[in-house]
């Protein structure tokens, strides 16, 4: 043992004997030894001992009043300062020393008296060293311990850190797709972001067959004189109006984007049919012409609508996108502030027929018709016997429109009545004139269609007096074509008024004779005066070179209830042959002459032409 060693450095025992003498024995010998010793005679001061220094090593003696050794070392055992004290018990040979007992209370080894010098040191040092190494173990588990737990720490904060730092990029990486994304003045979907929109409506619509949506291309109309009058500030002040004003118009399902400049998008989706598209476009139409009260200006600004009804077949978004936005451009074009619909197909016919309807209303008060004539020829002198009177609708935009495509509008509309009266009325003053030409042989005739509509008129017939009285034709030279639908119904109504008309000797043809379902029991009980078959009989008549098809057998149903045999839609020789080799009496076709103005027919009659 080194002696020059600082008291610090050395070892320190805690001697505890109620004998002052063994204490001194013990402690001048170990002191040598370079322990530093401290000496207590009793339980009491040994606590006062440990409370001031903790010994390295407790040295114990058995025997002694009050707390004898074996309840001091429970005691130094359970309180937790001095637990891990090593405790060497010291006993005098005449002791009764339980070694079982001692060891039990927490003692790790024992020293008898009288003692042996050599042992006492050993003893003591094994238990120091033994202390030592406990302590240096423990030191280094905390340590480790300690270790572990500050790698631990570091680990996580370093994985924090690393957490945050892709939370962080996540968060810009979302921000620049939303700035790339949308629209940095509206906040809206921007054309990228909108056409992908538009793409996921598409693909859902060629999966799902009941799933129906809209595009709207909207365009502010002279949006341009409002940023260059009243500048760009304003100009983007109002454009966040407009589209803040867009939003409002619309459902939160519906997606509404800015496509450039001026422009929006609205995709509409989960639809049932155009006119909730066009109620949309309505409302939006009407929500922007309410003035725009900006930080500084009142503004008024208008837009018009581009709509394509959204088509599975459509390949990409962008065809869809074109659509809108030449429908938007004719929207334009028919005047502004308002919407149009881009080939939505059945829908598109639909609107047509709208927009017909309604022109229809003002043609009948404006009195846009014409009536063309079209000859009738006698095959039996090759000369024009008639004329068939056909309505056309002069439209002030459109043109020259077929009766095909207003008569049935007119006839769903009720406007049939007006224009059938008007065409009556026209053709009688035409055939009135004809009659009074010189070279015009007075019995031709004038054929009138005649809808079925007319036939629940109540003052069918008082009109058509008037018109005889005014015109003052010859009623025998007036024939009126009904189809087969008039007669089908078979009532005594329409009975009635065929019988008043032949009272009037008025002819009654039958138009379009075999495309109805008129049974021929039916011809029976009707006046009627001649069969006109149909155009598309005359045709096939070509196509069956032997049997003629149905022609032959409808000139024997004519002749056989004594009327004649009109045929339609001759536009052959060999056609007009056949039906001289089949005897039928008159013929009306192109091969002729195609419906004509009056003068045309005019000079048409007065050069008599012979076929
Ligand atoms: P419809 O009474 O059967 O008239 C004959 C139609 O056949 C006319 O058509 C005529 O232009 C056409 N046509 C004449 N010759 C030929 C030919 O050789 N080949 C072909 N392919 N066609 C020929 P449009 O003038 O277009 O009239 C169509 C229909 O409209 C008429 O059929 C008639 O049902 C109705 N319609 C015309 N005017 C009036 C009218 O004033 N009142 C009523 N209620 N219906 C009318
Ligand atoms: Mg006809
Ligand atoms: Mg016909």
């Known amino acids: 043992m080194n002696h020059e060693q600082p008291d610090l450095d050395k070892k320190d025992i805690l001697l505890i004997d109620d004998m002052a003498d063994n204490l001194r024995v013990l402690s001048s010998l170990l002191a040598k030894e370079g322990y530093n010793v401290r000496k207590a005679l009793n339980w009491q001061m040994a606590v006062t001992a440990c409370q001031t220094v903790l010994p390295d090593l407790i040295l114990l003696d058995i025997m002694m009043p009050e707390v004898d050794g074996y309840e001091a070392c429970q005691r ?35 020293i008898t008296k009288p003692f042996e010098l050599a042992e006492v040191l050993v003893r003591v040092q094994n238990q120091l060293r033994l202390r030592s190494a406990q302590i240096e173990v423990l030191k280094l588990n905390t340590e480790l311990e300690q270790r572990v737990t500050q790698r631990t720490w570091e680990l996580e904060k370093a994985l924090r850190k690393l957490q945050e730092e892709i939370t962080s990029r996540q968060q810009l990486q ?40 809209a595009l709207l291309y909207l365009d502010c109309d002279r949006f341009k004189v409002v940023n260059d009058s009243l500048g760009h500030l304003v100009g983007d002040e109002l454009l966040i109006a407009i589209a803040h004003r867009l939003k409002k118009s619309l459902m939160p399902s519906d997606t509404l984007g800015r496509l450039g400049g001026d422009e929006f998008g609205i995709l509409l989706e989960n639809l049932t049919d155009i006119n909730a598209v066009i109620q949309v476009a309505e409302r939006i139409l ?7 009260k900006l930080s500084r200006y009142e503004v008024f600004m208008n837009a018009s609508i581009g709509i394509a009804w959204g088509n599975r077949d ?47 209303q003002r043609a009948v008060a404006r ?74 042989p007075d019995d031709i005739t004038m054929s009138v269609n005649l809808s079925a509509r007319l036939f629940s008129h109540p003052n069918l017939i008082a009109q058509i007096d008037r018109i005889i009285h005014e015109s003052q034709v010859n009623p025998a030279n007036l024939e009126l074509e009904i189809t087969e639908s008039v007669i089908m119904e078979n009532s005594q109504a329409v009975k009635t008024i065929l019988q008043q008309l032949q009272e009037r000797k008025i002819k009654l043809i039958m138009d379009d004779f075999g495309t109805g379902y008129s049974s021929l029991s039916y011809l029976h009980s009707f006046p009627l005066n001649g069969l006109k078959i149909d155009k598309s009989f ?21 002749e056989s209830m004594g009327m004649r045999a009109i045929a339609e839609g001759v536009e052959t020789i060999e056609q007009l042959a056949q039906l001289r080799i089949l ?12 419906p004509i103005e009056q003068q045309l027919a005019l000079n048409l009659l007065t050069t008599s032409p012979q076929w």
Request: aromatic share 12%; charged share 20%.
């Open 76 to 110: 130094f055992k359970a309180w937790n300062l001095t637990a891990d004290i090593p405790v060497i018990f010291i006993s005098a040979l005449d002791d009764t020393f339980d070694k079982v007992k001692a060891f039990k209370v927490g003692g790790v080894d024992y």
């Open 314 to 360: 459509y390949e990409r978004p962008e065809y869809l996108l074109r659509d809108a936005d030449t429908a938007m451009y004719r929207a334009k074009a028919l005047g502004r502030v308002r919407y149009h619909i881009f080939d939505p197909g059945m829908y598109h016919e639909a609107i047509k027929l709208l927009e017909l309807e309604n022109d229809l």
């Open 286 to 292: 009407q929500q922007l012409s309410l003035a725009f």
């Open 538 to 558: 005359v045709k096939r008549m070509q196509d069956n070179q032997e049997d003629m098809g149905l022609v032959p057998a409808m000139i024997g149903i004519a």
């Open 583 to 594: 005897n039928c009496d008159f013929a009306q076709g192109y091969l002729f002459s195609k």
């Open 174 to 213: 979302s921000k620049l797709l939303e700035i790339a994304l949308h629209d940095s003045l509206t906040g809206l979907p921007n054309r990228v972001l909108f056409i992908r929109r538009l793409e996921k409506a598409l693909n859902r619509a060629q999966q799902e067959p009941n799933y129906q949506f």
């Open 367 to 440: 009195q846009e018709f014409l009536v063309y004539y079209q000859p009738i020829i006698s095959l039996t002198t090759g000369k024009i016997a008639g004329f068939e009177a056909l309505v056309r609708w002069q439209h002030p935009t459109r043109g020259l429109i077929s009766p095909i495509e207003f008569i049935p509008i007119a006839e769903e509309t009720g406007l049939i009545s007006a224009i059938n009266i008007w065409v009556l009325q026209s053709a009688c003053h035409q055939l009135h004139l004809w009659q009074n030409h010189p070279a015009i």
